[in-house]
């Protein structure tokens, strides 16, 4: 069987994430320290022009340091509270209880950051500039958790036979 090459850069992507996720625990919050490992390693090549590309020794150091830094966050920032959506029940005649079960359940589904990002996006309309200073995080993460976690709610419904 013929194994199909992969690009270095690839793979080093693949070790960091599976380094990042086995101690984070969290396969959103491995993607997104991911990216921005990545993402320090694209604009210290920016900086010159001649760089080669890290070795993986720096892009640990750097994952080490981006999940410090995401504990120090996750230990500051107090949890959004599902309190912000007006109970199911107060909802039922505008919108119909099977909806606002569905939507309920679907929110309580999506992992922490991204019910954050959403319920203060959709429910505060807060700014993604707004949610980023306060998640301590780039507007881009917000920007992908928002994304995500609206997929989530899509495919919640579609299990539901709902469409949003």
């Known amino acids: 069987m013929k194994?199909?090459?992969?690009?270095?850069?690839?793979?080093?992507?693949?070790?960091?994430?599976?380094f990042v996720r086995r101690r984070v625990g969290s396969t959103d919050l491995a993607e997104d320290v991911t990216q921005e490992v990545f993402a320090s390693m694209a604009s210290s090549l920016a900086t010159s022009a001649k760089a080669a590309a890290p070795p993986l020794a720096w892009l640990y150091t750097v994952a080490r340091h981006r999940i410090a830094d995401e504990a120090r966050r996750l230990a500051r920032s107090p949890a959004v509270s599902l309190e912000l959506v007006e109970p199911a029940e107060a909802r039922t005649d505008a919108y119909g209880g099977e909806v606002a079960r569905a939507l309920d359940a679907a929110i309580a589904s999506l992992p922490e950051g991204q019910r954050r990002v959403v319920l203060e996006r959709l429910i505060q309309g807060?700014?993604?500039?707004?949610?980023?200073?306060?998640l301590q995080t780039s507007e881009e993460a917000c920007r992908m958790r928002f994304m995500r976690g609206l997929q989530e709610l899509r495919r919640e419904f579609e299990k539901e036979g709902l469409t949003p």
């Open 3 to 18: 194994r199909r090459s992969v690009s270095p850069t690839a793979e080093q992507y693949r070790r960091v994430f599976r």
């Open 126 to 134: 807060r700014s993604f500039a707004d949610i980023a200073a306060s």
